[in-house]
Nanobody, 124 residues
Framework: QVQLVESGGGLVQAGGSLRLSCAASGRTFSTYGMGWFRQAPGKEREFVAAISWKGGNTYYADSVKGRFTISRDNAKNTVYLQMNSLKPEDTAVYYC?????????????????WGQGTQVTVSS
């Protein structure tokens, strides 16, 4: 079992930056692929970024490529999402997710564990 707790969300102006953190419990964290997803009001949850178990492979949605960076620190059981050049359309609840697949995966169906989400609001 892995429990995930996100933090770092908030209100920021367009062009600003935020760093989300996801703290995981459980000794198997380092063997999990991790991902970030987001869900805006009235929309389906969508993939944002993913990272493999050792951090060697990462994937990004086209909408965030070049602006967001996913990373992980297995010694701290934590995965991060650095978000730069934020846009109003990035406004959503951001969810951290863990997958028993060690590779980075973009498919929501591959994720077994989810955090409770953290709100990110970008004002124009």
């Amino acid at each position: 079992q892995v429990q995930l707790v996100e933090s770092g969300g908030g209100l920021v102006q367009a062009g600003g930056s935020l760093r989300l953190s996801c703290a995981a419990s459980g000794r198997t964290f380092s063997t999990y692929g991790m991902g970030w997803f987001r869900q805006a009001p009235g929309k389906e949850r969508e993939f944002v970024a993913a990272i493999s178990w050792k951090g060697g492979n990462t994937y990004y949605a086209d909408s965030v490529k070049g602006r967001f960076t996913i990373s992980r620190d297995n010694a701290k059981n934590t995965v991060y999402l650095q978000m730069n050049s934020l846009k109003p359309e990035d406004t959503a609840v951001y969810y951290c997710a863990g997958s028993s697949h060690i590779v980075a995966t973009m498919s929501i169906a591959d994720y077994d564990y989810w955090g409770q989400g953290t709100q990110v609001t970008v004002s124009s």
